[in-house]
């Protein structure tokens, strides 16, 4: 992954979640308080935004002022969330010009950590965690077969794990006060990890 | 979705432009997004700042002023603020004696606050956090992300700008704050859900019938839906939550609190049973207040708040506080 | 209907009895349905009465106390009260130097108003009358009931009050008040009906996409209906209305006040546009106020309320006023 | 017309009014503030109340309490008027034990014109006045076939003059505020007055 890859990436990401606005709103509506997908958009507007106004020069710096920026304009759990994930998995880049699968499975390995260390949500909470982490695992996976397999492995990972959200009690998140009615509802944060997923396995494809 | 407003994703900083307009005691940085006090902060007295989401109006920003909050930084609706915004509204409360943060107990308000935090300890300003967890609707446990701040945030808000008024230092008044929130509990009741204006539709549907018990204030479900019923039992149902949770005798404060779309005439009859409820207990009552303060929208309903003030909470309480929203002594 | 009550008939009765729990400042007297001082009428100091329909919350109990009302006589929901109970309130406010009637334009409260000042005469209470009639949306002519009382009425109490208060005698306080009255105008505009506790449905049906224009504070449908609007247009059409009946330039106090249901989040967006009106017409704003002073139940909407104060009403209007309601200075 | 006979004819008023509550309201409720059925019902069983309690024994003294029990419990624009216009054909019918159909037109005449005293309305104006008015012209002009007939042909007119409120534009009480907009709706006064007048020609024909 060079930086332009990277770069695409986060634009990709930023039109799925301005495509998909309206119904991460409303799967926040249902269990939180409505306003992931205007959040979202937010962030990855100003994002990009940023991206564009001082291009970075590497991948790692790609997802570092995505971070940035995600803190410092999304607001709500997902801002410091994302934006902590984006940080630390940029910065597990260095200063990388080509990054390898491997070192792009590392990032995202990163990523997950850095979500875990804030958050403090394990697998099964309900969270974007849910999404997340199955993603890294199908990624690490299948990076020895390429970074556009792994990444289309990793994106269906997290689409599954979104899905299997449904069924499960909140533990984290405003959904948790929900108790047992969560139940039988996707949580937001898994639903935009998967498109983060989906964003990377596209442009992979396409490169 | 009808409201008095002219463009969904703009109602934060019109609304802003409006306090600015009406408040001239008041201090609106638009960039920023941070409402402070218009003559600055106070040399040598601890800075108390709030924030969080915006739709609970008159909270936080109608509480700043003389002898509570110097600042509060509120976010988009129902979106706790960003870290730089949060800075922004520390450095205004900043005279040099610390400031506390006072945190409802929200994942983004937490991590944000956060986040914040450490910037301003990057910049050499000392702040301590107190989080407020009041709401008794939510259990408390490894299985949620802990009890919500409601109600007791106002409470909080007052004692610890009356605190920090009176020259106490920043522990001080974290002490004072954390005392509130652990003597203070809180239940509500949606009559309707309310719409976030960029959602354009209400986040769940309720029956002519029906009302949520439980509820918070981000327009969320409650713990679970009832039958609508007379203002006594409603009223009974959130007392009997707060009860089970914290045994109340003695004197308390109490706020009858209004979700923003309930008219002044029904808080009234349901602080009428309020008063009785307590009376029936044996628990007399200190201090009151009935009206809309911290808000959800334009949801109706209502919740109660009530704390089991020590006597320095009370003169905390009763020392003059000049808001837009909470006046008296000056 | 969702309403925060028991019983539809018991609303202002048990509303009384909230309010009584709520302020120990006031006295009410349930069997009368008077709400008054505490502390009882003040001697040689003329008394200031008010009353009318209930629904209109705070107005006009919550604006009894030092500096405002001595005594209120709040009717059954929009209805206004009955001779014999605006004379309790007038003897409740009598202090041996007259009392101040002060009226909204509506035959039902002028005409139990006329009968309890004839009732207080026959014992020995001088009684002066001033009628509020501000509202630009109905033409003042043989072919109404004449102009609507609505936000002047706010203004009205809180200067006689003052007056009063400063020791002025009936003639001067009724003055003061026939003055604000003459000097202020007031519109509304709805989003919603609202619904009658007794009657139990709206008293008219809106659109998603319709507003009323021109409402007063009975639920009654406005002049005219219009489309849903941003609230810059809505508040220009308030505000043009006000200007053509009172051309406006200087200095004024406006009121931009919510009908009941409308969160104030929305009243500060509002509150922005009519501030950016007055501004574009070259007018200040010397004070104002944005909440919820004089409602009509459940209504979402608001209404505009501009006074062309003179520096006696502005200095009455800045004196000491200590209400549940309204609070300054003390 | 004796005094059994006015407290019959007050108590049917009160019968008819509450089971049209509702009716009035609605009416009130379009062009007014809906409380006219509430109102009337709330007044009238004072009304009937206070009668009971210390039953007068004139038929013009059960009309003086009966207006006296309005004023203080009506409220609104009907209690004053009704109140005054109760007592002014009280007043008229003196202390007369047993009141002819020329007396109580009298007394019906003096009511229209305590209302019109104090509430200023003429004929045309919507209001209670547009069925008092021609029931008042129907009675006199029926009284010499006797007090039934005369209530009859009242209560027609009084029926007919609160339907023809329908078509008017209101330019007293509530209403007035709609202007053009009060046009096409009953004014629930007028339709309350029709009451009064049923209730009389009821008890007269039973008696
Ligand atoms: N502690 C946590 N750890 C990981 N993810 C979390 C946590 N709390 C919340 N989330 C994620 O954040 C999402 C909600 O984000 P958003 O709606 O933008 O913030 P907010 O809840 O503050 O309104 C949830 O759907 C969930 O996936
Ligand atoms: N000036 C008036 N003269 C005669 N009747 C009037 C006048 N004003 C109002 N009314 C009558 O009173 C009726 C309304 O009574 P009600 O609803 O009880 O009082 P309010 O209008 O105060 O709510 C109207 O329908 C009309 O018939
Ligand atoms: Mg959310
Ligand atoms: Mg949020
Ligand atoms: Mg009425
Ligand atoms: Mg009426």
Known sequence: MNVELCLAWMLRFSELVDAEADRLTALDAAIGDGDHGVNMRRGMQAAVAALGESPPETPGSVLVATGRALVSKTGGAAGPLYGTGFRRAGKALTDTELASAAEVGAALVAMLAGIQDLGQAAEGDKTMVDALAPAVSAFEASAGEGLAAAAEAAAKAAAEGAVATVPLQARKGRASYLGERSIGHEDPGAASTALLLRALAEVTTES | MKKLINAPENVVAEALRGMAAAHPDLAVDHENRVVSRAGGPTQGKVGVVSGGGSGHEPLHGGF??????DAAAPGEIFTSPVPDQILAATTAANGAAGVLHLVKNYTGDVLNF????????????????????????VEDSTY???????????????VAGAAAESGTDL??????????????????????????????QPGFELGEDEVELGIGIHGEPGRRRGKLAPARELVAHAM?????DMPLSGSVVVMLNGMGATPLVELYVAYAEVASWLEGHGVTVA????????????????????????DELLQLWDAPVQTPALRWGR
Chains 1, 4 share one sequence.
Do not use: Q, W
């Open chain 2, 171 to 200: 522990a001080g008044v974290a002490r004072v704050a954390a005392e509130v929130n652990d003597r203070t509990r809180s239940f509500g009741v949606a009559l309707t859900p309310c719409i976030v204006p960029t959602a354009g």
């Open chain 2, 114 to 137: 956060r986040m914040a935090a450490e910037l301003a300890e990057d910049e050499d300003i000392e702040v301590a956090t107190v989080v407020i967890n009041d709401d008794v609707a």
């Open chain 2, 240 to 244: 009997d939550a707060v009860h089970a």
């Open chain 2, 287 to 310: 201090r009151n207040l009935v009206g809309n303060y911290i808000t959800s929208l334009d949801m109706a309903g209502f919740s109660v708040t009530v704390g089991r003030f020590t």
């Open chain 2, 64 to 69: 700043v002023g003389y002898g509570m909050l």
């Open chain 2, 144 to 158: 949620t992300a802990g009890r919500r701040g409601v109600g007791a945030t106002v409470f909080a808000e007052k």
